[in-house]
């Protein structure tokens, strides 16, 4: 078990993909942020694909383990330490039953980092996952943060501990962090020439966009876009702004949606629906980098991406979580 100490700016209980196939009855899918990492997190420790680790946006997080098992830090790098020690990141290590881990805070690059445990978190499930959605309240530890004197359960190991301590990823297949975050997008389902202008579209494909201030798991606000965007003078029956829509379904995790003028991605714990226009679905290979993007720091850069090329990066991207990703 683990025992914390100190909840820091936000952990919470998360695995991939998350509370899939109840988005029509308003229930986003939450789920890690940046599944890469997670799923990285897992590998090390031998964990099969998609299951709960703790997710720490910021940093500041601390705890005691609560028995003999092994971890795996993956993510940006918060200096994490085991009794005042260093530990690595993208790599597995032994703790023991009274050992005291801490995070300092996000670095130069990235904003989430994961714990992999042997076995997983063990909450319960909730509609088929163990993901928090912190917004609705519910899934993951109590439907919410962890803070202080929080006890999680550690599940049984998937395989034997001895084996497990040491096990590193190898260098080529480590996510590269930046301060610009390149995101692969298809546009639609509410753009041009009907929605959006040509040089409206142009435009988000030709821009870098800042991570503003006020971005979360439910959305990631960046820039303002320019007077020209709209292709309508109104949205009519939709509303008094060329924003506005009858309200329909958002095409979750990822779309582009435009609320007045600002451009919000929508991800893991968004709304499922609204009146809202949304003009591009960022790809499923790369919404790992919006988790990693740090608000008031970082840039969003949008490429035009297929949906061949978009399925061939989902494939090549999965392919990654195996032992053959291991050193």
């Known amino acids: 078990m683990l025992k914390i100490l100190n909840g820091g700016i936000e952990a919470i209980v998360e695995d991939w993909p998350g509370r899939l196939g109840y988005l029509g009855k308003g229930m986003a899918p939450a789920a890690a942020m940046d599944n890469v ?18 997710e720490i946006a910021g940093g500041y997080f601390e705890a005691e383990i609560g028995a003999d098992t092994v971890l795996s830090i993956t993510g940006t790098d918060m200096k994490p330490t085991l009794n005042n020690q260093p530990v ?26 994961y714990i992999g445990v042997a076995g997983g978190i063990d909450v319960p499930l909730y509609l088929g996952s163990k993901s928090t959605c912190i917004f609705g309240s519910y899934g993951g530890f109590k439907g919410r943060k962890l803070q202080a004197e929080d006890v999680l359960p550690f599940g049984k190991p998937y395989q034997d501990l001895k084996n497990l301590p040491g096990r590193k990823l190898k260098k080529e297949v480590i996510p590269e ?36 201030h006020s971005s979360n798991r439910s959305a990631y606000r960046i820039d303002e876009v320019k007077g020209n965007f709209f292709a309508r003078e109104d949205g009519g ?31 893991a714990d968004g709304p499922t629906l609204g009146g809202y226009i949304n003009v591009l679905s960022i790809i ?22 297929t949906q061949e090329e978009a399925l061939q990066a989902r494939i090549e ?8 990703s291991l050193a």
């Open 284 to 305: 499923n290979a790369d919404l790992w980098k919006v988790g990693q993007g740090t608000p008031s720091r970082d840039f969003i850069k949008f490429t035009m991406s």
């Open 177 to 212: 962090y930046s301060r610009v975050w390149n995101l692969r997008a298809i546009p639609g389902p509410n753009t041009c020439p009907d929605y959006v202008t040509e040089e409206g579209m142009d435009f988000l494909f030709s821009h870098s966009f800042k991570i503003q």
């Open 88 to 113: 690595p990141v993208w790599e597995s290590f032994e703790v023991k039953k009274g050992d005291v881990l801490k995070f300092s805070h996000f670095s130069e690059f990235g904003f989430r980092s």
């Open 237 to 267: 029956v939709g509303g008094s702004h060329p924003s506005n829509i009858v309200d329909h379904a958002y095409a979750m995790r990822g779309c582009l949606n435009v609320c007045g003028n600002t451009p919000i991605i929508l991800i």
């Open 317 to 324: 991207q999965k392919a990654l979580f195996t032992e053959k």
């Open 37 to 54: 990492a997670l799923e990285f997190a897992n590998l090390l420790v031998g964990n099969p694909p998609g299951e709960a680790g703790i």
